[in-house]
């Protein structure tokens, strides 16, 4: 977690913060899409900043928007946001061998502020847990700054759009340009051939299930995608781990 | 900024917990236990599958707007 200063004081931290830099406006565009969103969907001021301060979790936020104005039942409105959230439980299951070494509360602390692209980040740079307390470190410290400009960036932005709600057109298309950032990251992630595939069945899936509620094609696009890499490793695994010319 | 509704503030404080469920999910338990081999060669592949799935998603299928008309589409051609 980036407040603690083993964490901020270590150098790692300020490279995870640096190579985060590039995403931050992906994510200020989102914040402040989501912010303009609630307010424009009649959520009260305070309920939307709670909700974006708090949840800290766009999409989920987004679908819980809707059910608590028309006042469903509580258990719906928690049912949907973990349904939306279901990628966050394959991510933590990734994380988890990273982050063993600590105590109960620091790892669920680390998860907590690990979002989408904290996570994606911080496994493209370290793609194996360290085995020793140093290098166990450092990854920690990488991690707590990639996961202080994504809060910085979607905390200020999303409660600047609660705040600017009825000056900013929700015509300007914030989602898109924040999608638009991502594709950077997307090409850099790109690096094998197993990776390509991932990335195409993936995008594939995505749209063909985009029918799906709760925006569960994003989980079925992951599984589709991890099954069919996981199976051309197993039928072709030299050709497989080919990297890109 | 009026005076907010406490149920609503019970929910979206239900809703942080949920995130924390589920961005904490397999980081809840103590017990030391090690991923088997093929989990961890498959989640390889999941982050550039996440990433993939939400840019496309959200470019090749983006939402309907009411009211929203594509543009050179007929005046009044059906949606889909």
């Known amino acids: 977690m980036f407040f603690l200063r083993s964490n901020y004081r270590h150098p790692e931290f300020r490279v995870g913060m640096r190579e985060f830099q590039g995403l931050a406006p992906g994510i200020a565009a989102w914040g402040l899409m989501t912010g303009v969103a609630m307010v424009k969907s009649g959520m009260g001021m305070v ?18 928007v809707p059910l608590i104005l028309a006042a469903a ?64 470190k450092a990854q920690e410290a990488y ?68 029918a799906l509620p709760l925006k569960l094609n994003i989980l079925v696009a992951i599984a589709a995608a991890v099954a069919a890499c996981v199976a051309v490793e197993k039928l072709a695994p030299t050709r497989a781990e080919a990297a890109l010319p | 900024m009026s005076m907010p509704d406490w149920h609503t503030v019970l929910v979206i404080v239900g809703l942080t917990l949920v995130t924390v469920l589920a961005r904490g999910f397999f980081l809840i338990s103590d017990k030391a236990w090690t991923l088997p081999h093929w989990v961890q060669r498959a989640l390889q592949y999941a982050p550039i599958a996440a990433l993939a799935a939400v840019v496309v998603g959200g470019i090749g299928a983006p939402k309907k707007r009411p009211g929203h008309r594509e543009r050179g589409s007929p005046p009044h051609a059906p949606h889909e």
Not at chain 1, 48 to 60: D, E, H
Not at chain 1, 105 to 122: E, M, P
């Open chain 1, 47 to 64: 309920e939307a900043l709670l909700l974006s301060v708090l949840v800290f979790a766009g999409s989920s936020q987004l679908a819980a």
């Open chain 1, 73 to 136: 039942p509580v258990w719906v409105i928690l049912a949907t946001a973990f349904c939306v959230n279901l990628r966050f439980v394959i991510f933590s299951l990734h994380l988890r061998p990273y982050l063993a070494h600590l105590g109960r509360w620091q790892r669920l602390g680390h998860g907590y502020f690990t979002a989408d692209l904290s996570y994606v980040l911080f496994i493209r740079r370290y793609s194996q847990p360290a085995t020793d307390a140093t290098g166990r």
């Open chain 1, 143 to 210: 991690l707590a700054g990639n996961d202080m400009v994504n809060w910085l960036a979607w905390v200020s932005c999303s409660v600047a759009g609660v705040f600017l709600a009825n000056l900013i057109p929700q015509q300007w298309g914030l989602g898109f340009a924040g999608i638009l950032c991502l594709v950077g990251i997307l090409c850099s992630l790109a690096s094998t051939r197993l990776r390509v595939l991932s990335a195409v069945v993936a995008g594939a899936a995505a749209v063909a299930s985009y």
